[in-house]
C-alpha cells in the first residue's frame, strides 16, 4: 500500500495569510494526488485532483503542485470559511490512501 | 446535480450485521464506479470498496475483505454495502462517493453527507 504523510499536522493562520501545506507519498505516484478540505460534520470536498487541476467550483485561491512523491497545496490568501481539515489522496494505486490531515486553525 | 444519500446506519453489538444503501440521482449512476470511504470519529480517510459500473469489478480494502460486501442495483440507482462481522473498530461514518469522472474513477469526487455506523456491546 502506498503511505502518505502530510505536515504540518496543524497550522495557524490569520485572515489573508498564504498557506501552504505538503504531502509524502511512499513511492512514485506520478501526478496522481487529490486534495480535500473537510469541515466537521461535513463530507469532504475536492478542491484540487491531478495533483494542480482545479475543481468545479472550488476557489482560484486553491492551487496545487508536484509529481513523483513531493506535493504541496497552496492557499493564496485564507479566508474564513477555509478554515478547516485538507487532506490529500492518492488515485495511483488500490488501495485509495489518504494522509492524515493538516488542520487549518485560526490564529 | 450529483446527489448521494447514505442510509442504514446505526448501533449494532459486535459481531452483528448492516446493510448500508446510498441513493443516487443527477447522473447516469451506471456509467460510474461507486465507492464506499470510511471515517472513524475525529480520524482519517479510509477507502474500503468499490464497483463497476456494471458490477462486475470489484475490490475492498484488507480491513474489511470477508466481511464486507459490495454491490449495486442500476436500476434503482442504488449502492449498497452489506456489513459482517462488525468489529467495534469498525465504528465510523460511511460515506458513498462518486468518481470525478467514468474514466478518472479513482478520485472520488462527490460525496454522500455519511452515516453513522457504531459498534459496541
Known amino acids: 500500500d502506498i503511505q502518505m504523510t502530510q505536515s504540518p499536522s496543524s497550522l495557524s493562520a490569520s485572515v489573508g495569510d498564504r498557506v501552504t501545506v505538503t504531502c509524502r507519498a511512499s513511492?512514485?505516484?506520478?501526478?496522481?494526488l487529490n486534495w480535500f478540505a473537510q469541515k466537521p460534520g461535513k463530507a469532504p470536498v475536492l478542491l484540487i485532483y491531478?495533483?494542480?487541476s482545479l475543481q468545479d467550483g472550488a476557489p482560484s485561491r486553491f492551487s496545487g503542485s508536484g509529481s513523483g512523491t513531493d506535493f504541496t497545496l497552496t492557499i493564496s490568501s485564507l479566508q474564513p470559511e477555509d478554515f478547516a481539515t485538507y487532506f490529500c489522496q492518492q488515485s495511483y494505486s488500490i488501495p485509495l490512501t489518504f494522509g492524515p490531515g493538516t488542520k487549518v486553525e485560526i490564529k | 446535480q450529483v446527489q448521494l444519500v447514505e442510509s442504514g446506519g446505526g448501533l449494532v453489538k459486535p459481531g452483528g450485521s448492516l446493510r448500508l444503501s446510498c441513493a443516487a440521482s443527477g447522473f447516469t449512476f451506471r456509467d460510474y464506479y461507486m465507492n464506499w470511504i470510511r471515517q472513524a470519529p475525529g480520524k482519517g480517510l479510509e477507502w474500503i470498496s468499490y464497483?463497476?459500473?456494471?458490477?462486475?469489478?470489484?475490490s475492498y480494502a484488507a480491513s474489511v475483505k470477508g466481511r464486507f460486501t459490495i454491490s449495486r442495483d442500476n436500476a434503482k440507482n442504488s449502492l449498497f454495502l452489506q456489513m459482517n462481522s462488525l468489529r467495534v473498530d469498525d465504528t465510523a461514518v460511511y460515506y458513498c462517493a462518486r468518481p470525478l469522472s467514468s474514466r478518472q474513477w479513482l478520485v472520488p469526487a462527490s460525496w454522500g453527507q455519511g452515516t453513522l455506523v457504531t459498534v459496541s456491546s
Open positions: 491531478d495533483a494542480s
Open positions: 513511492q512514485s505516484i506520478s501526478s496522481n
Open positions: 464497483i463497476s459500473g456494471s458490477g462486475i469489478t470489484i
